[in-house]
Every structure is written in structure tokens, then in C-alpha cells.
């Protein structure tokens, strides 16, 4: 069965620095991964996907994730990050066999300090 | 625009009470979702349903009942059964074999 792990519950970080935040999955078949961020009391929304093709994806607000089929991960970073980053972010697989459910790792709270 | 609503957005029930959370969607999507959030604990899956009439449990289904009467609604019951009924409550929905999930803006449900 696929599972999702993020390794840091918390990452704090200043403005305009870089940062990246992490996700490991398990799963024996074929994957498909997401990103989503999550604002205070509201629902989730798609950073971005990676599907097939190249690893390196681009989503919304400037991040990117690359996929690493290797070791397992699908990172996200930012170059720099905004006030406006501070979120929850939420990585997510779907293996290619199990229809349209999706698997959530237990969220990685960024916050960005002025 | 499409969509998913969520009602109502804050809601308070006293303990040993019913109560139903709503979530319609307009997107055209055959399977619906709802997740519980609690701090530090992530998504976890209460129920799922991939097609009108006809529903799975998820993760955590105990205290908790659905109904797929329509494909654009998926209401979410939580019963006096439910000893920890307090929590954040999202509904998502997503085409079948779908590249993830479009979520509703969720529920708060306090007991008191």
C-alpha cells in the first residue's frame, strides 16, 4: 500500500530565503504525486503535479518540485520565499492502480519570518 | 464558476446530537471525498464514494455516515456515536482515475 512521508512537521525560514520541503513515498507500482497548500481555515488547493514526463515541475506562486524516482521523493522548493508562503503544505501519491483515491502526508506547517 | 461549497462554514453541536455537513459540487465529478483534520494529524479519509449510490468507508468511518443520493451531492452525518466529533471537515471531488482532487473551503464543527 503507497504512504506519504513529510520529514519536517515545521520549517521556519526569513523572507527571501530559499526552502524546500520534503516528502518520501512508498509504494511498489507506478505514482503519480502532488503538491497542495492550505491557508488558515481554508481547504486545500493544487500547487502542482507530476504525472509523467520531466521530473522538474512548476507550479502556482513560483514553486517547483523535482521527482526523484530513485530515492523515492518528490521535494518542493521555492528560490524565495514571501510572508504571504506561510501556510500548511501537503504532499500527496496516487498510485496509478487505485483509482482516483489519493494518499495525504500529515502536513509541513512553513512559516516565513520578516 | 465551478466548484465545490461547503455549509455551513462554523458549526456547534451540543453532545449526543446528530448533525449533517453539506457539500455540492458543480464540476461534474463522479467520486467525492470527505477527510477529517485534526492538528499535526493530516488528512485522514472518513468515506468515499466513486459513483451515485454507492459509497466506501475509509480510514476513520466509525460515528460517521454518508449518503450519494445525487452526483453532485455526498452530505456528511456525524452521529452521537462519534466520541470525538470536534475537528475540521473537508469534502473534495475528482474525476474518476482523476489527476487529484478539487476541495471544498470546509466545515468547523465544535461540540459544546
Known amino acids: 500500500a503507497q504512504s506519504v512521508t513529510q520529514l519536517d512537521s515545521q520549517v521556519p525560514v526569513f523572507e527571501e530565503a530559499p526552502v524546500e520541503l520534503r516528502c518520501n513515498y512508498s509504494s511498489s507500482v507506478s505514482v503519480y504525486l502532488f503538491w497542495y497548500v492550505q491557508y488558515p481555515n481554508q481547504g486545500l488547493q493544487l500547487l502542482l503535479k507530476y504525472l509523467s514526463g520531466s521530473t522538474l515541475v512548476k507550479g502556482i506562486n513560483g514553486f517547483e518540485a523535482e521527482f526523484n524516482k530513485s530515492q523515492t521523493s518528490f521535494h518542493l522548493r521555492k528560490p524565495s520565499v514571501h510572508i504571504s508562503d506561510t501556510a500548511e503544505y501537503f504532499c500527496?501519491?496516487?498510485?496509478?492502480?487505485?483509482?482516483?483515491?489519493?494518499?495525504f502526508g500529515e502536513g509541513t506547517q512553513l512559516t516565513v519570518n520578516p | 464558476d465551478g466548484g465545490i461549497t461547503q455549509s455551513p462554514k462554523y458549526l456547534f453541536r451540543k453532545e449526543g446530537q446528530n448533525v449533517t455537513l453539506s457539500c455540492e459540487q458543480n464540476?461534474?465529478?463522479?467520486?467525492m471525498y470527505w477527510y477529517r483534520q485534526d492538528p499535526g494529524q493530516g488528512l485522514r479519509l472518513i468515506y468515499y464514494s466513486q459513483i451515485v449510490n454507492d459509497f466506501q468507508k475509509g480510514d476513520i468511518a466509525e460515528g460517521y455516515s454518508v449518503s450519494r443520493e445525487k452526483k453532485e451531492s455526498f452530505p456528511l452525518t456525524v452521529t452521537s456515536a462519534q466520541k470525538n466529533p470536534t475537528a475540521f471537515y473537508l469534502c473534495?471531488?475528482?474525476?474518476?482515475?482523476?489527476?487529484?482532487?478539487?476541495f471544498g473551503s470546509g466545515t468547523r464543527l465544535t461540540v459544546v
Open positions: 464540476l461534474n465529478h463522479d467520486a
Open positions: 473534495a471531488s475528482s474525476v474518476p482515475l482523476g489527476w487529484g482532487y478539487t
Open positions: 500527496a501519491v496516487k498510485e496509478e492502480t487505485s483509482g482516483s483515491r489519493l494518499t
